[in-house]
């Protein structure tokens, strides 16, 4: 090897040895509560749940576009899972992640309210490329707190992307508050309604329809 091969590819290890450091930094200003990859999802557990689709939305372009994402289902079929696996695969890319559980930032928001540091606050989590709120909809919320998450969620729509984790249902048939504006709106679709799966072309065709596998 000459001199300058060497140099050469004491640059790129270097370079290489850098992204990955910064995409470290990344992962852990996400404040994920543990580690997921999409490598440890059994995608066989439910068949309702396309890999195709999930790797699709691991490309990120979602990301780039500023699109939500809403991950519904029952408990313990891996919303939380693909939330976290995703939001990682955006911050490893370069992407500013923001992972939150859904009671913890209503609580931040309402003690901000109350210290009139919502601005500030709201400013801090606005700042994520990616905002990911798990289990939302698992707690009821007070009608103060959901319509500061509300003003959030609207507040991120219209500039960067919002993932969100819930559960579809509501526990002991009670129905959760729903901030004014969002009264008489129909609840976000699963994706494997084929009329809602792919608003904005950014999924692949279906391999199999016969089979009815869908995304999440």
Avoid: W
């Amino acid at each position: 090897m000459t001199y300058r091969g060497f140099l050469a590819e004491l640059l790129l290890a270097e370079c290489d040895d850098g992204a990955r450091r910064r995409s470290e930094r990344r992962i852990k200003a996400a404040s994920f509560p543990r580690e997921k990859s999409l490598r440890q999802f059994d995608f066989d557990a439910d068949l309702n749940i396309d890999p195709a689709v999930i790797h699709t939305l691991a490309s990120c372009e979602l990301v780039k576009k500023g699109l939500p994402l809403c991950l519904i289902g029952d408990s313990g079929t891996g919303k939380s899972h693909l939330l976290i696996a995703l939001g990682t695969e955006a911050a490893t890319v370069g992407y500013r992640v923001k992972y939150v559980l859904a009671t913890k930032l209503v609580n931040e928001l309402v003690k901000a309210a109350d210290e009139k540091q919502l601005t500030k606050t709201t400013a801090r989590y606005g700042r994520a490329d990616l905002l990911a709120i798990d289990e939302l909809g698992y707690m009821e919320l007070d009608k103060h707190g959901a319509e500061l998450l509300f003003q959030v969620l609207t507040e991120r729509v219209e500039k960067n992307s919002v993932a969100i984790a819930s559960n579809e249902g509501s526990e002991g048939g009670q129905e959760r508050y729903r901030p004014p504006a969002l009264r008489g709106h129909r609840r976000p679709s699963h994706l494997r309604r084929e009329h809602h799966r792919d608003r904005h072309g950014l999924l692949p065709p279906r391999s199999d329809p016969g089979q009815g596998r869908a995304g999440c």
